[in-house]
């Protein structure tokens, strides 16, 4: 190995190791995920549970847990159960949408002016 390459090394260890100012860049990446990331959780977290309950109707339409509950007609209420889970599937996507939108304009101002300060130098 030679002498270049030991100080790349070195230097590469070394930035690990040194406290590091968080830039305007930095700064940027943090608000935008800080506007995404609560229309993403909840997204995530609503059509799992959308999806849960439309398989859970779809169980009692095709198998004989309806009987096992000691439901007398299983085909109906899993009709009725998978359609609340797929309406529920269905208004994620809006909501979601919903949700980015007013924590867009909310920080818009924000992140515009930390991109203008960004892009300006």
């Known amino acids: 190995m030679n002498r270049n390459d030991q100080q790349f090394?070195?230097?590469k260890i070394r930035t690990q190791?040194?406290?590091q100012q968080p830039s305007d860049l930095?700064?940027?990446r943090q608000l935008d995920a800080e506007v995404k990331r609560p229309a993403n959780v909840f997204a995530?977290?609503?059509g799992s549970i959308s999806a849960i309950i439309m398989g859970a109707g779809m169980s009692l339409v095709m198998t004989d847990i309806g009987a096992t509950l000691g439901l007398a007609n299983a085909m109906v209420s899993g009709i009725a159960v998978g359609i609340v889970g797929m309406v529920m599937a269905i208004v994620n996507y809006p909501i979601y949408k919903n949700?980015?939108?007013v924590r867009k304009a909310k920080y818009a101002d924000e992140i515009l002016a930390l991109s203008e300060k960004i892009m300006n130098r």
């Open 9 to 11: 090394i070195a230097q």
């Open 17 to 19: 190791y040194m406290e």
């Open 26 to 28: 930095d700064e940027l």
């Open 44 to 46: 995530y977290v609503f």
């Open 99 to 101: 949700i980015l939108a």
